[in-house]
């Protein structure tokens, strides 16, 4: 496989020589080794991978009583094998999770208490069974509005801001050794951030393990600008904490503005217009979106409290954006196309991480 103008295919987790670590979400077919294509990027450029669904709730425990482990055991002995740190995604989430989990015993209405229960047996058995294989947890997605509020799901509604408290401390005991981390979209945008900075000072203050927050950086062609993203990355360092790009793409079809983001229960049906790049994206797209992918992994390359940057997804033909905003319009967020061939975005983020190394960053 050749980069357009790079010769031979540079690796990316080469030229980073463990600046950062580097990675892609898989989702189920890869996982299960139907991708070869995109397995093969995953083991020339990537450092780390995260399952795209496999580890969810719904997934790994839709019945009381029942585990659904074949997934995710996969999953993780795809990571282990190929020498990648292996990430879990995610332990308590108001999206995909059944709703038995929010649900009071028989007629009754959710006691609180019932609903810690369960989030303590599903954590201390989904963490338990890969304690010293997943490497780092996202313990908590999405506790945050845009405004800085909180956000109103069955968990805080049931158990109050405690509730991720709780989270961190039953994934903590299940794996002593695993990394914990807070993972969230648009904290580029100040009030959520502060949000989050207030969460990880005051689970310190009260000695509960927090090791890092993602950032999830679904992110569009001409925003957030890179002003907006770097005083993210400078304030978490601040902290002391890790700050990582978990869930990285960049997407080049017109959005409505208040969709930025990733908020999944927002959803237009698929119209003509909505889908402009059905047979391709035209040059000048591709062009804007290298100097995008430059620019923010130029960035991400001046701050050593980066520490890992995450795809949400390998090639063009898998990413989620084909189904969201829009649903089943064809979307090109990505650095690799729907064949699997490097775009111009990859030379962009090659030329960018080597002149990083060159200037010693
Ligand atoms: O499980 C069903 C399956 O039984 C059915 O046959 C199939 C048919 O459509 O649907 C399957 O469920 C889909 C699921 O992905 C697994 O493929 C859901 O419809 C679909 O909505 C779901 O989308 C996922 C989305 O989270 C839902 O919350 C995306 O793949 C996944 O990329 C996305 O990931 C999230 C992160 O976890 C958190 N941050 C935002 C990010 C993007 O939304």
């Known amino acids: 496989m050749k980069g357009a103008g790079t010769g031979p295919q540079a690796s990316l987790r080469e030229i980073l020589q463990g600046r950062f670590l580097l990675g892609a979400a898989l989702n189920d077919a890869q996982i299960a080794g139907q991708d070869p294509v995109a397995l093969e990027i995953v083991r020339r450029h990537f450092s780390t ?24 055991d996969r999953y993780v002995a795809l990571g282990v094998k ?8 995610v332990l308590v989430w108001h999206e995909q999770t059944p709703s038995w989990v929010f649900a009071g015993a028989a007629g009754a209405t959710l006691d609180p208490e019932l609903l810690l229960a369960r989030m303590r047996t599903h954590i201390r058995a989904v963490v338990g069974r890969y304690r010293g294989l997943v490497q780092a947890w996202d313990v908590v997605n999405e506790a945050f509005e845009d405004d800085g509020t909180w956000r109103k799901t069955p968990w805080y509604r049931a158990l109050g801001e405690e509730y991720v408290a709780r989270a961190f401390e039953f994934a903590h005991e299940a794996d002593p050794d695993a990394q914990l981390y807070y993972n969230d979209y648009n904290l580029w945008k100040t009030p959520k951030r502060e949000a989050a900075i207030r969460l990880v000072t005051s689970l310190r203050q009260r000695g509960i393990r927090i090791d890092g927050v993602g950032e999830q950086a679904h992110w569009l062609l001409d925003g957030p600008g890179i002003e907006e993203i770097e005083p993210m990355i400078v304030d978490f360092a601040k902290t002391g904490t890790r700050i990582m790009m978990t869930e990285l793409d960049v997407d080049p079809l017109p959005r409505p503005d208040e969709l930025i983001g990733a908020d999944v229960s927002k959803r237009v049906d698929l119209k003509p217009e909505l889908d402009p790049c059905a047979d391709g994206l035209p040059d000048d797209l591709q062009q804007r979106l290298a100097r995008r992918y430059r620019d923010v992994f130029s960035m991400f390359a ?3 409290a980066v520490s890992r940057v995450t795809f949400w997804g390998v090639t063009d033909a898998d990413t989620w954006l084909n189904q969201w905003p829009v ?8 650095l690799w196309d729907r064949q699997g061939q490097p775009k111009p975005a990859f030379d962009a983020v090659v030329e960018a991480l080597r002149r990083a190394a060159s200037n010693g960053a």
């Open 49 to 72: 991978i995260s399952p795209e669904n496999a580890l969810k709730w719904d997934a790994v425990h839709p019945e009381p009583d029942r585990f659904e482990w074949a997934a995710a």
């Open 82 to 89: 190929n020498h990648l740190a292996v990430i879990g995604h």
């Open 302 to 304: 001046r701050h050593r």
């Open 327 to 334: 649903r089943g319009r064809t979307n090109h967020p990505l």
